[in-house]
């Protein structure tokens, strides 16, 4: 099926392009590990504090090392004894001139700490700042999550905890290909979603664990930023202790449902749900293939599943159903405050 504005041939080509920066971050962390370090930190805000969080959601299951994953804007504000130079830290900003990313980095570099990680290219003000700057032009957010995995997991492959990296970033290779294969067969339903419920007054969402942060992405980052979608994202273990209230006929549900530990905390919402509301929407990544991926990796590729379905696919009939531009912003970048 053809999907809307959507150019699979630039997609797969963005891929492979994607892919091939593995060496160059494969290089840089075994640089920096070669050093004595005692954490690891990540700086995002907004869409990439939600995309950073399933790295180190993941990450957390092989190790003990202290991982913080820190909002840009409060790291500004709180108290960051955690952070030291023995810390390494990376970020993140496709435009290279997010305010709050930018100005956490100076207070580190100020710090004699050094910040590594990704931009669109040379130009931006973020690259001025880096140590060792990446760069990478495309702008889906699995692009992202795939360089993100490649710092983090490289991290712990040269600590000895994630012995099976080389297998799982040469089965990489095949991520966009599946990716792909996930947005065509998501695409009927994509359509028939979006026309039943883009007018809808209000929508909750639901998730949990490694999808946590891609369901609170698209709920704020899209929905609400870029359609103006009026949300509630609830984690699947917070719904029962306020949200569940508000459910009845008039209300939409989504449930996000994963793969790891915490998916009985999603089939629980999902089992109320159905019984509440005739508007539940269910979307569970074991029902897409990763073909080419072994299943033990599929925890770590289901946030990818869900930005190739939510982000970029649901976003995309949502816009065509509310008639309202995915690029026109009232507010965000457009003034000062």
């Known amino acids: ?98 305010m709050e990313i930018l100005k956490a980095v100076k207070y580190c570099k100020d710090q004699g700490i050094n910040v590594y990680g990704f931009t669109k290219d040379e130009t931006t003000p973020l690259a001025n700042l880096l140590t060792d700057p990446i760069y990478n032009a495309c702008g889906d957010c699995e692009h992202s999550y795939l360089l993100y995995y490649f710092v983090m997991l490289r991290i712990l492959k040269n600590r000895g905890e994630f012995p099976h990296y080389d297998r799982w970033a040469d089965q990489m290779e095949n991520l966009f290909k599946d990716l792909l294969a996930v947005r065509e067969k998501f695409e009927p339903r994509a359509i028939e979603i979006a026309k039943t419920y883009a007018h809808e007054p209000y929508t909750m969402f639901t998730g949990s664990g490694v999808l946590w942060g891609e369901t609170y992405l698209f709920t704020m980052c899209i929905l609400e930023e870029m359609q103006w979608v009026r949300t509630k994202t609830v984690s699947s273990a917070d719904f029962f202790h306020g949200p569940l209230e508000l459910v009845d006929d008039r209300v939409p549900v989504f449930v996000i449902k994963g793969e790891d530990e915490y998916r009985p905390l999603d089939e629980r919402v999902e089992r109320f749900v159905k019984e509440h509301t005739k508007k539940a929407v269910i979307i569970d990544t074991k029902d897409y293939i990763l073909d080419g991926i072994d299943d033990e990796f599929r925890v770590i590729c289901s946030p990818m599943i869900i930005t190739a379905i939510l982000t970029e696919r649901l976003a995309i009939h949502y816009e065509q159903n509310t008639g309202h531009s995915l690029e026109f912003r009232r507010y965000y970048r457009q003034f000062e405050y």
Not at 27 to 48: P, Q
Not at 60 to 75: H, M, R, S, V, W
Request: charged share 30%.
């Open 1 to 98: 099926m053809a999907l809307k504005k959507f150019d699979a041939e630039k997609y797969l080509k963005d891929g492979a392009k994607t892919y091939s920066l593995r060496g160059e971050v494969e290089a840089l962390i075994d640089r920096i590990t070669a050093k004595e370090y005692d954490s690891v930190c990540m700086i995002g805000i907004g869409g990439t504090w939600a995309e950073w969080y399933p790295v180190v959601e993941v990450a957390k299951k092989y190790t003990d090392l202290p991982i913080y994953l820190e909002n840009a804007g409060e790291f500004l504000v709180k108290n960051k004894k955690h952070i030291t130079d023995k810390t390494l830290v990376f970020t993140s900003s496709a435009s290279g001139n997010t």
